[in-house]
């Protein structure tokens, strides 16, 4: 997503950015890297919370 506000031209701190520049080339990166890892990351987020919650219910009466 970021990505493409630098190829429209994005202003960072009063400087304009467009493609080919070097915020453009980093936030290439950023997308590239980033995107698997929210793919990976999300579903094993959801199993934990959904375990916590299970847990927090079965130890709450005990105290």
Same mark, same amino acid.
């Given at each position: 997503?970021?990505?493409?506000?630098?190829?429209? !031209?994005?202003?960072?701190?009063? &400087?304009?950015?467009?493609?080919?520049?070097?915020?453009? $080339?980093?936030?290439? /990166?950023?997308?590239?890297? !980033?995107?698997?890892?929210?793919? &990976?990351?999300?579903?094993?987020?959801?199993?934990?919370? $959904?375990?916590?919650? /299970?847990?927090?219910?079965?130890?709450?009466p005990l105290l």
């Amino acid at each position: 997503m970021l990505r493409k506000m630098f190829e429209e !031209g994005a202003s960072v701190q009063g &400087t304009i950015y467009h493609k080919g520049s070097d915020p453009h $080339k980093a936030a290439v /990166v950023g997308d590239t890297v !980033g995107d698997p890892f929210k793919d &990976t990351s999300g579903p094993s987020l959801n199993i934990l919370l $959904k375990l916590m919650s /299970v847990v927090a219910l079965v130890i709450a009466p005990l105290l």
